[in-house]
Antibody, heavy 119, light 107 residues
Framework: QVNLQESGPGIVKPSQPLSVTCSVT??????????WNWIRKFSGNKLEWMGY???????YYNPSLKSRISITRDTSKNQFFLQLNTVTTEDTAVYYC???????????WGQGVMVTVSS | DIQMTQSPASLSASLGETISIECRAS??????LAWYQQKSGKSPQLLIY???RLQDGVPSRFSGSGSGTQYSLKISGMQPEDEGDYFC?????????FGAGTKLELK
């Protein structure tokens, strides 16, 4: 059973970095041809794909975030991480991690973690 | 970026009614289109991928169709458990982009 679980700080102050962890169980993040993604959902239900780290550690970011985002992983813990720098209130959202298999759609998602940017 | 225009924004359906939700892409996405259902407080569930392929475990009353820039999700016979938000996703070109969503309610 594939399971993804996000964990994060809840509240982040403006201009500080936002860090969220995705812990994956039931499936190795190094299995070929799978991509591990970050997606966020704003109030009003708008969804934004943020980027991925692949099975072979290649990375792709949404150009709208490219200067602020970093996605890394720890294969020994089967986790991957999101860091978003210099946050503003507009980064307040529910952050999801999700798996993208070779056939092309997010098939497993975490429950999401709400992150609020506020002083 | 590819823009995904989803309609309607909200929909109310009677039990057993057949409904359709549409997504139009700003350019050809070559059937790289998925549909999701999301219930309040839950993670999105994949219904359809590659425009018309039913994800394992999804009831057969859900179906997808379309090509090029026009795609649709059909629910053949609305059930109470089908209430929720539905959205489309294009996976043809980076950055992946989503439709704005449709809120489906039981009348």
């Amino acid at each position: 059973q594939v399971n993804l679980q996000e964990s994060g700080p809840g509240i982040v102050k403006p201009s500080q970095p936002l860090s969220v962890t995705c812990s994956v169980t039931g499936y190795s993040i190094t299995t070929s041809y799978y991509y591990w993604n970050w997606i966020r959902k704003f109030s009003g239900n708008k969804l934004e794909w943020m980027g991925y780290i692949s099975y072979d550690s290649s990375i792709y970011y949404n150009p709208s975030l490219k200067s602020r985002i970093s996605i890394t992983r720890d294969t020994s813990k089967n986790q991957f991480f999101l860091q978003l720098n210099t946050v503003t209130t507009e980064d307040t959202a529910v952050y999801y991690c999700a798996r993208w298999p070779f056939y092309g759609a997010f098939d497993y998602w975490g429950q999401g973690v709400m992150v609020t940017v506020s002083s | 970026d590819i823009q995904m225009t989803q309609s309607p924004a909200s929909l109310s359906a009677s039990l057993g009614e057949t409904i359709s939700i549409e997504c139009r892409a700003s350019e050809d996405i070559y059937s790289n289109l998925a549909w999701y259902q999301q219930k309040s407080g839950k993670s999105p569930q994949l219904l359809i991928y590659a425009a018309n392929r039913l994800q394992d475990g999804v009831p057969s009353r859900f179906s997808g169709s379309g090509s090029g820039t026009q795609y649709s999700l059909k629910i053949s016979g609305m059930q109470p458990e089908d209430e929720g938000d539905y959205f489309c996703l294009q996976g043809s070109k980076f950055p992946y982009t989503f439709g704005a969503g449709t809120k489906l309610e039981l009348k």
